[in-house]
């Protein structure tokens, strides 16, 4: 089970082992269906299938997008996502191994670790008016991973930063490097808050743009932000179609 006591490389450990085995799965799922998979991506762009597991009492959670291209099924696999429960509140951990599969080559790219707070995950729905009906945190969470194309990290305004603080999470994992609190623009100007602690941001919650102070929107809406909103969503873009 992931602990607050574990180090950055001990939570990655876990979070990679559950990815492999999730990989492992997605190919035998493919394997054993592979006939019926081809039949039925043929009639349909994508075929979407969640993948769930438990390793030392820690469940794990990813999602798999599985297309043809050229003829042979390729799939995409979404973070890995789990929950950690602290007296500190709810967390969302996320690590992405992305895998591109051609002719049974595979190759594998380890993002960084991300924790999305539980308060930001539903401030995200509330806000954007989203429902959320018999929803898990773990499926907010996915949805968000899909809306959330464009993250352009930058302050927007020093007056909302200092009103949340310093960063204060006291997790082991997050004890490396230097603390700071940021904004990150998302999508077309909506704003997340988020600690960043080292090298592991912390998205704590979630500001609309029509929340923003007139001042804020008018920076928000300068052509060189959005063409940082646009460039990431570019991005984002090609590495989801792997």
């Known amino acids: 089970m992931i602990l607050t006591t574990f180090t950055r490389g001990e939570v990655i450990e876990k979070l990679h082992q559950a990815a492999d085995l999730f990989e492992e799965r997605s190919r035998n799922y493919c394997y054993q269906n592979q006939k019926v998979m081809v039949v039925r991506l043929k009639k349909k762009k994508e075929e979407v299938k969640f993948f ?27 973070s890995v996502v789990t929950v950690l429960s602290d007296s500190k509140g709810v967390f969302v951990l996320l690590h992405s191994p992305l895998f591109s599969r051609a002719n049974d080559y595979y190759m594998k790219t380890s993002l960084e670790l991300r924790v999305f707070s539980g308060h930001f995950v539903n401030r995200f729905f509330e806000r954007t008016g989203r429902s959320s009906i018999n929803m898990t945190l773990v499926d907010k969470t996915m949805v968000i991973l899909e809306q959330m194309q464009s993250m352009v990290p930058s302050t927007v305004d020093d007056e909302v930063i200092r009103r949340h603080g310093e960063p204060s999470l006291p997790f082991v994992f997050l004890q490396e490097g230097k603390k700071e609190v940021e904004c990150s623009y998302l999508n077309d100007g909506d704003i997340a808050i988020v600690e960043r602690y080292g090298p592991v941001p912390v998205w ?20 060189e932000i959005q063409e940082g909103i646009q460039f990431a969503k570019d991005v984002s873009s090609k590495l989801n179609k792997g």
């Open 52 to 78: 769930s597991c438990e390793l030392d009492g820690q469940r794990y959670y990813q999602k798999y997008t599985y297309c043809l291209s050229s003829g042979y099924i390729m799939s995409n696999s979404s």
């Open 204 to 223: 704590r919650t979630y500001v609309a743009k029509e929340m923003l102070f007139n001042s804020q929107r008018e920076f928000v809406d300068k052509p």
